[in-house]
DNA sequence: TGCGGAGTTGAGAGCGCTCTCCTCACCCAA
DNA sequence: TTGGGTGAGGAGAGCGCTCTCAACTCCGCA
């Protein structure tokens, strides 16, 4: 019987271009599937000369070695991180923080020799499939809204898990910088200069499409924390000065690129020409508002102060006012921590540094619209 | 027996928190694995009633759904495309054109529900494990020399495969451009300008470390198609208007960096400070060029002509005239390529159209220095 | 001659799943 | 009553591999 089965295949393997397994091998050697399996898995566990004939006769028949999904099966390891992202897996070229964590996160599987898997996340569809065929020993989640039935859907899978940008999350290892902080920095600066007029611009606060001005409301329900943190933090930072945050104009914008940015600024400055300053939560939106602000003959920083958040290349060229995080680095981190499996206890949590970067985008607003207290 | 082996590991799943698997699942509801099977691939297999149950036990047990791998074995498909770079992986992150690639790519994955696995495929060792154990549908193999181990075990395994700018891989689909056309255009655009007295840098041309002067012979030998084409064509071109090619000096670097571009350029400029162009056989070293020229106080175009190749956008933007290639176009056609598994009989190829692109880099030479014939 | 041990090889048991037949009711037309 | 059509669910057979453990071979040494 088995060796009719082998013989089956073999035959298969020969005419039909049936690929040959691992037992049809065995069976043409005349040796156990054990044996070839040493050949390539333990070459220490049987003779070189007979591995030899092994390899060759592999070659002769064009056997490709093991099976890499019969063995992870057996070996209960994929060999791969699964990336999930918010976004339309192609959108993540096109953010260059996006492409550092990337970055980052790759150079962590490479140390560690295990492959990267892309997954496709529709964010408007609600296809969670593709989260389940994915096999990979791990996840890493990167800056999804908390409520992303993706994310569910790699909560459930029975593998570890590293989140990034979202304290919370229950008990998952994270990454993450200090968001509150680090805007804090950006607002105390802005104060510091003199600015009480102040807009700002973020980036999407949840699911749902909603281009244009925010209520505090949907502010303070943002399923993405980073941007729900960065607002809170920019509310108590200008309240301490005593602005009062809920007349203060937000504008969102779902999609994420520089023309985003130089609409939501121009919607700002529509409603209010007289903000000293614009708050953008990341660089790319900075970027359209500067551009936006030169459209419309605004000089920066003498007539607006703009500023933007994660320190990207090109916003350096430009000399944005922004705060620098390391996105190589969290991206390298959120692989580390996922790719060391010490059985850890407790959730473990990785926050990394900011940095204030100042540029040439703000100074103190004309002595008009000066602000002069206390 | 049967009944044992699943109370045992029903055991496990509730104690040691082995997770539930479909059969124990069966086992605690009463019913066939089939059946469980069926209430998530096919619920019109069942009556609602019982997929409900199924489904609730299943949350109740923490039964995460079918094991992706053991799914994949069974039913023969990943559900994912593999990726081999030459590069560490994390390069591919660094250079505008691999990214743009990358984005074409995961379109055309996301497109077909399809992840995008990198395989990290280290240039330096020569292992080729990763690329064994990756459980993929296909390969897409991203410009690597033709004499790489990775390609060779990729071409082993018994899935599609798809390679990029590399036309001298037997029986496999190709997606590329006319290398030799694309760089002729730039060789006759500086031919009309006048520029006779060239030189030459381009990328790495072999597995070796080779940062220097390059040897017609080497040009030949290349391993790296696209480089061995372009400056074939460099040298058919330019040798039709009698510029002896043994006589042009030719510069290769290993890395792919601006600042070996310079390097580049410099040695090219301490040699012979007389060239009157340098043609880059990328933007990343055309942009290097452009600063060195710059750092030594020429004056870029009427002291000295730059050209790159690909046309990424912080070279549009530096007015580097190049050559604009498609390399989001490319990375889709690839992924579309490997994905639409019509049974084709032979290899196809895709060619895609590039474009002159005309900056403000390239002028003739100064009077001095140009070249008056027939 | 016998025996412990080192070095090799093999048998059997799954890993967790899906797929192809089957079976078994059940029901309605003839 | 009977024949067979229909829909729900099950049995059995692997997918291709690796791992544990046992067995076998050969050698030197007593």
């Given at each position: 019987m088995v060796l009719n089965r082998y013989g089956h295949v073999m035959a298969r393997s020969m005419n039909t271009r049936r690929p040959a397994t691992l037992a049809s091998l065995a069976a043409e050697l005349g040796v156990s599937r054990t044996t070839v399996s040493n050949a390539y898995?333990?070459?220490?566990?049987?003779?070189p000369e007979l591995r030899r004939r092994v390899l060759e006769t592999a070659r002769r028949l064009g056997?490709?070695?093991?099976?890499p999904v019969a063995r992870s099966l057996r070996?209960?390891?994929?060999?791969a991180v699964g990336l999930l992202l918010t976004e339309n897996l192609s959108y993540a070229f096109r953010d260059p923080a996006a492409v550092g964590f990337l970055e980052g996160l790759s150079l962590a599987c490479e140390e560690a020799g295990q492959g990267l898997l892309l997954v496709p996340a529709?964010?408007?569809?609600?296809?969670v499939a593709a989260v389940h065929r994915a096999g990979v020993d791990g996840f890493v989640v990167y800056s999804v809204p908390d409520d992303d039935p993706h994310l569910a859907a790699v909560l459930e899978r029975p593998v570890p898990t590293v989140v990034c940008d979202?304290?919370?999350?229950?008990?998952v290892d994270r990454v993450g910088i200090d968001d509150r902080e680090a805007i804090a920095a950006v607002a105390r600066h802005l104060i510091e200069l003199g600015h009480r007029r102040i807009g700002v611009v973020c980036m999407r606060l949840a699911r749902d499409r909603n281009d244009g001005f925010v209520s505090v409301q949907r502010q303070r329900e943002a399923h993405f924390h980073v941007q729900r943190a960065r607002l809170a933090a920019l509310a108590d930072t200008f309240g301490e000065v005593g602005v009062q945050w809920a007349d203060v104009p937000v504008v969102e914008r779902f999609d994420h690129s520089i023309s985003c940015g130089a609409t939501a600024a121009g919607q700002l400055l529509d409603r209010d020409?007289?903000?000293t300053a614009i708050i953008c939560t990341s660089d790319i939106l900075g970027l359209g508002a500067l551009n936006e602000a030169r459209r419309r003959g605004l000089r920066v920083p003498q007539d607006l102060t703009v500023t933007g958040f994660d320190g990207i290349t090109e916003a350096e060229r430009a000399g944005l006012t922004t705060v620098r995080q390391p996105v190589l680095e969290k991206g390298r981190a959120a692989g580390r921590l996922l790719m060391d499996n010490a059985d850890h206890g407790r959730p473990r949590t990785v926050t990394l540094d900011t940095e204030l970067v100042i540029g040439t985008t703000a100074a103190a607003p004309k002595s008009s619209d000066q602000w002069y207290g206390p």
């Open positions: 898995n333990r070459p220490d566990q049987l003779s056997y490709p070695g093991p099976d070996t209960r390891k994929a060999g529709n964010p408007e569809r609600e296809d979202q304290p919370d999350v229950d008990s020409p007289d903000l």
